[in-house]
């Protein structure tokens, strides 16, 4: 319950000793990387994602909060290659996408941005704003019609959507 009231620091206490207490039991290490995040203890965070990667390799939620954290971090490369591993495991991952395709976009590779947002923006999880990071990466690559076509599905949902009405002016811009 400390965790879902973002009481973070308190809750951190109780899963350091639920670890404490039962080394295995992997979902207090990720619930614990989660508290850490949130309360600037970044390298604690990473050992207790790490700690719960170990009993669960497999979990793409695990490697998506560690290559999110990772690349808050500015650790790109280490990042890129959770993010990729999350989405390898679940393609339907939505937070890895929009971190990766955020580091794409940061490193002017606008193309791979698109390839790896594309995949999921009719999923239900997406929303306006991936649809908005997927349009400017259209925009940035060239794809002009592609930027204009998801901007109009933004301002579908959303008519009075500022973002959306800015990036429209820039893509009609001569």
């Known amino acids: ?5 973002h009481r973070f620091t308190e809750a951190a206490a109780a899963y ?24 600037s203890r970044p390298n604690e965070a990473e050992a207790a994602f790490r700690s719960f990667l170990q009993l669960q390799p497999l979990s793409s939620d695990g490697h998506a909060a560690l290559g999110v954290l990772l690349a808050n971090l500015k650790r ?5 290659h959770e993010l990729q591993e999350a989405l390898r ?29 594309r995949p999921a923006a009719d999923a239900r ?6 649809t908005l990071m997927l349009a400017e990466a259209l925009f940035r690559s060239g794809d002009t019609a592609g930027a204009l076509k998801e901007i109009d ?22």
Do not use: W
């Not at 319950?1 to 009231?5: A, S």
């Not at 890895?96 to 941005?113: G, H, K, P």
């Not at 999880?125 to 991936?130: L, N, S, T």
């Open 76 to 80: 790109t490369d280490e990042a890129k």
């Open 16 to 39: 350091e000793r639920i670890v404490n207490a039962v080394p295995t039991f992997y979902e207090a290490y990720f619930a614990l990387g989660v508290c850490y995040s949130e309360t």
């Open 153 to 174: 599905r933004v301002t579908a949902a959303d008519p009075s959507n500022a973002a959306a009405a800015e990036l429209r002016r820039r893509v009609l811009r001569p």
């Open 1 to 5: 319950p400390l965790l879902k009231q």
């Open 89 to 117: 495991l679940d393609s339907h991952q939505i937070e890895a996408r929009r971190a990766l395709a955020r580091m794409y976009m940061a490193d002017s590779e606008f193309s791979r941005a698109v390839d790896i947002l």
């Open 125 to 130: 999880e997406a929303d306006i704003a991936y």
